[in-house]
């Protein structure tokens, strides 16, 4: 399993970004469980959302009202949608997958956001 994420870049404060990772090597996405993670400098990676099998999804308290996840299961797909962003928001944003069933995780490279003030 091979997760690619895309769409990081430089927006000023109150901007917006959409992330995507793209899975690939994967035969059934829908039973994948997928999340994104953001990890500032210095700091811990910490969960930001995540969208089940079914499409429920949950979020950060942080990020709750102006970020969303969905996914494309037809395009093997995850989106994260950013608005409002905050200089806060900054960090490196991975994606993960999980199989429905599997402790096994899956993690792509990552995307650098920024947020300028």
């Known amino acids: 399993v091979q997760l690619q994420a895309s769409g990081g870049g430089l927006v000023q404060a109150g901007g917006s970004l959409s992330l995507s990772c793209e899975a690939s090597?994967?035969?059934?996405?829908?039973?994948?469980?997928m999340a994104w993670y953001r990890q500032a400098p210095g700091k811990q990676r910490e969960l930001v959302a995540t969208?089940?099998?079914?499409?429920?999804?949950n979020y950060a308290d942080s990020v709750k009202g102006r970020f969303t996840i969905s996914r494309d299961n037809t395009k093997n797909t995850v989106y994260l949608q950013m608005n409002s962003l905050r200089p806060e928001d900054t960090g490196v944003y991975y994606c993960?997958?999980?199989?429905?069933?599997?402790?096994?995780?899956?993690w792509g490279e990552g995307t650098q956001v920024t947020v300028s003030s």
């Open positions: 969208i089940r099998y079914i499409g429920s999804t």
């Open positions: 993960k997958a999980n199989r429905r069933f599997s402790a096994v995780d899956y």
């Open positions: 090597g994967i035969t059934s996405f829908s039973n994948y469980y």
